[in-house]
């Protein structure tokens, strides 16, 4: 997942698809699955297939940026060993496929899902292509927009599914994926310093001298995430839709321990400049997400 060494032949082309970041996909089942409506003769095969369309996109997405930071890439110490970077794949395959990636998946969400996906799903593209070329180098405009990408799916979700998305869950979602954008940057500026750099020097429009503004910006996003939670507890969405909504409570705490251990262990440069491989292979992420899923399904089927 952090592209350890290099790779040839079909595992090349495979990596440079980046199919492990198809996981923030799952973010597509999240609006009907938090409105007990996940399943259905149209609702399923219709998140299905978007979450086939926004893999197809986020592929597309991946290998435009992977060519428009070749060179970059090969002075970092770890992203030298990715498929263009090393030279596995040649750069002058990268542009036809991300945009017979991109034709694919328009395609299908034409042709398979309700009409307005498509428009959020071209969204989703464009918004990627802005940052590529010109967001990421932004500072503090380059995380709303991240953040922006990950509310996008869940939009999506609720479009493909016909499902309301509630102001509650855009909320959370802002906020949480927001310190998440901003423990990213953290970890590159971190690596950066750790390499030698200066004070002064500029990380994608970041100073190392920002270290401090980012981490507080970073901790006070998902601590904001866990007071919409703590708020949604009480709203009449929640009363009609768990019999013991008291239990979700639960739910504040684990995100509370969450997000403070992600920035711990980020403060420490213990943590990837990538929090999503880095929760991928972290037990306690794991085992975190197990308790929500059980305390959720404890929090409807139960009467205290």
Sequence with gaps: MTDPEPVSGARAYWRLLRPYQWSKNLLI??????AHEVTGAEKLPHLVWAFIC???AASAVYVLNDFVDVEADRRHPRKRFRPLASGAVPRGYAVPLSLALA???LAA???LLPYPFLWVLAGYLAANVAYTFWCKHQPVLDVVVLTQMYVIRIVAGGVAAGVEVTDWLLGFSLFQF????????YAELLEARASGGAEGDLIRGYRLGDLAVVRILGV???MLAALVMALYIRSPDVLRLYTEPKLLWLVCSALIFWTGRLWLLADRGEMSDDPVAFALRDRASYWTGLFLAAVVLAAKQLSL
């Excluded at 089942?29 to 938090?34: A, E, G, I, N, R």
């Excluded at 927001?178 to 940057?185: I, M, N, V």
């Design 54 to 56: 926004f893999s197809l």
């Design 178 to 185: 927001l310190s998440l954008a901003f423990a990213k940057r």
């Design 220 to 222: 006070s996003s998902g």
């Design 109 to 111: 969400g034409a042709f």
């Design 29 to 34: 089942f999240l609006p009907p699955l938090l």
């Design 103 to 105: 034709g694919a998946t």
